[in-house]
C-alpha cells in the first residue's frame, strides 16, 4: 500500500488527484479499525495530520469555519463557548485518547448515522466545505450525508471544513449509551435555539440511516413560542406542549432494531430526550434576561 504525507493542502488535492482510489486519514479512529480489521486495503492512504491548513478555525463571512482536523478536544478547550451543542457532543466521543486525534472531519467522512458531531451540525444548518484541485464546494450537511456511512464527496476531493454559525442561544445534546463512556449511541438528539431568528433547530441520531432534522417538530414548537410570545416574555413552555415536541420527534425516527437497543425503545427514548432538553435549553434562556 502506498503512503503518503503532504506538508500543505495543494499537496494533498494534488495527491488525490493523481490517486483518487486513495483514503485520506486524519485522527485514525475510525480508519485504523478498518484497516486492523481487513475491512478495507485501499491501494493508497493519504495521512492529513500534517496539513496545517486543515487544523485551522476562525471566523468567515458571518460564521465559523472549522478546519476538517480540528480535534474533539480543540472544539472542547476552544470552541465550548461559541459551539456548546458541538461541544456537548464531542465531550460524549470515545475516551480523552479518541477526542484527542478524532475529528469532524472524521465523522463526517464516516457518515455513520451514530456520528456524535452530527447532529449539533444539523440543528445548525451548517455546511460542508470539500474540495479538489478543480475547485471548491460548499454543500448543507443534511445533503452531504446521503445514507449509513455514505457521503456526497467525489473520489478526487477532500473535505476541507465545516461552515457553523455562532450560538446566538442556549444548546443542548443528550445521548443515550449502554454504559457512561466508549459507547456507541443507542440514540442521541441535539437541539439549537436560534434566538435571533425565532427558530428551532432539531435533529434526532443513530435512530434513522442518517442523522434527521424532526421538522415537524421545529415547526410545531416554533408555532408555540412564536403564538404565546415566549420568545420576548421568557414564560414557562407548558407541559403540554413539551410532551408533543416530544411526540412530533418520536415520528421523525426511523429506527431499525439491532444489539444496542431495540427500534420502540429508541423511538420512545429520543422523545423523552427531545423533551428533556428543549426544557433544560429553554430554561437557560428564561435565566439569560434581557
Ligand atoms: C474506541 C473508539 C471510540 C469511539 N467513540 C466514538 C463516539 O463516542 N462517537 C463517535 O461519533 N465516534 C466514535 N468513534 C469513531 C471515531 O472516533 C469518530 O468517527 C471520529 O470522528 C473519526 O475521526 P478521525 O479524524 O479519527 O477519522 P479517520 O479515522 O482518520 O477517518 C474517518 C473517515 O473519514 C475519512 N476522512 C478523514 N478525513 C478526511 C478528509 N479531510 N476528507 C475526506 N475524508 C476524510 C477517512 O478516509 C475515513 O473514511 C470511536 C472510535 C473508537 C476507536
Redesign the pocket.
Known amino acids: 500500500m502506498d503512503f503518503f504525507r503532504p506538508d500543505n493542502w495543494q499537496e494533498a488535492l494534488e495527491i488525490k488527484a493523481a490517486y483518487p482510489g486513495a ?12 484497516l486492523n480489521f481487513d475491512h478495507d486495503r485501499p491501494e493508497a492512504v493519504v495521512d ?1 495530520t500534517r496539513v496545517p491548513e ?1 487544523r485551522e478555525w476562525g471566523p468567515e463571512i458571518g460564521r465559523l469555519r472549522i478546519g ?2 480540528v ?2 478536544t480543540r472544539i472542547i478547550e476552544e470552541l465550548g463557548d461559541r459551539l456548546p451543542g458541538l461541544a456537548m457532543a464531542s465531550r ?4 480523552p485518547q ?1 477526542r484527542n ?10 457518515a ?1 448515522p ?5 447532529p449539533p451540525l444539523y440543528a445548525s444548518d451548517a455546511e460542508v466545505e ?1 474540495a479538489s484541485t478543480g475547485g471548491t464546494r460548499s454543500i448543507p450537511v443534511t445533503e452531504f450525508i446521503t445514507g449509513p456511512k455514505r457521503n456526497l ?1 467525489r473520489p478526487d ?4 471544513a465545516f461552515y457553523i454559525p455562532q450560538a446566538t442561544g442556549p444548546q443542548q445534546y443528550a445521548k443515550i449509551g449502554t454504559r457512561n463512556a ?4 443507542v440514540c442521541v438528539f441535539g437541539l439549537a435555539l436560534h434566538p435571533e431568528e425565532k427558530r428551532v433547530g432539531a435533529c434526532v441520531g443513530s435512530a434513522a440511516p442518517t442523522p434527521v432534522r424532526a421538522r415537524d417538530a421545529e415547526t410545531f414548537i416554533e408555532g408555540v413560542l412564536q403564538e404565546g410570545g415566549l420568545w420576548e416574555s421568557r414564560a414557562r413552555i407548558d407541559d403540554a406542549a413539551l410532551r408533543r415536541f416530544g411526540e412530533a420527534v418520536e415520528m421523525a425516527a426511523r429506527p431499525i432494531t439491532d444489539v444496542r437497543g431495540t427500534a420502540a425503545y429508541r423511538v420512545h427514548a429520543v422523545g423523552v430526550l427531545a423533551r428533556r432538553t428543549l426544557g433544560w435549553a429553554w430554561e437557560e434562556y428564561r435565566g439569560g434576561g434581557g
Not at 476531493?157 to 476541507?160: G, K, Q, R, T, V
Open positions: 483514503r485520506p486519514i486524519s485522527g485514525g479512529t475510525d480508519m485504523m479499525v478498518e492529513l486543515l476538517a482536523g480535534t474533539y460524549t466521543v470515545g475516551s479518541i486525534r478524532g475529528t469532524v472531519g472524521g465523522n463526517l467522512g464516516t455513520s451514530a456520528g456524535d458531531g452530527l470539500v464527496l476531493e477532500l473535505i476541507s466508549m459507547v456507541i449511541a
